[in-house]
């Protein structure tokens, strides 16, 4: 079992910046892909950026410039900086850990993120 912890959602005008946190309880090298996702209301849970382990990363279409996707591995910690936020980019957003082997992925509790016009 794999625990994520989220933090860092808040609310930030346009235009403004957040990072989001998520500290895993398993040694993050064991996880195979981690990832970044949000939920608006009345749409779909949408990827919003990935890093595996090696450190590919992978981005939305409407967060790439945007957005960064970093991991420490000394903190078992991800990372999400959002730069130049948009109201579009308000959100339930929530950490994933994808462990390929075990056919199995964990998620975090949700931060809301909200951005004002």
């Known amino acids: 079992q794999v625990q994520l912890v989220e933090s860092g959602g808040g609310l930030v005008q346009a235009g403004g910046s957040l990072q989001l946190s998520c500290q895993t309880s398993?040694?993050?090298?064991?996880?195979?892909?981690m990832g970044w996702y949000r939920q608006a209301p009345g749409k779909q849970r949408e990827l919003v950026a990935s890093?595996?382990?090696?450190?590919?990363?992978n981005y939305a279409d409407s967060v790439k410039g945007r957005f960064t996707i970093s991991r420490d591995n000394v903190k078992n910690t991800v990372y999400l900086q959002m730069n130049s936020m948009k109201p579009d980019d308000t959100a339930v957003y929530y950490c994933?850990?994808?462990?390929?082997?075990?056919?199995?992925?964990?998620w975090g509790q949700g931060t809301q993120v909200t951005v004002s016009s």
């Open positions: 890093i595996g382990r090696g450190g590919r990363t």
């Open positions: 994933n850990a994808l462990i390929l082997t075990r056919a199995q992925a964990y």
């Open positions: 398993a040694n993050i090298l064991s996880i195979d892909v």
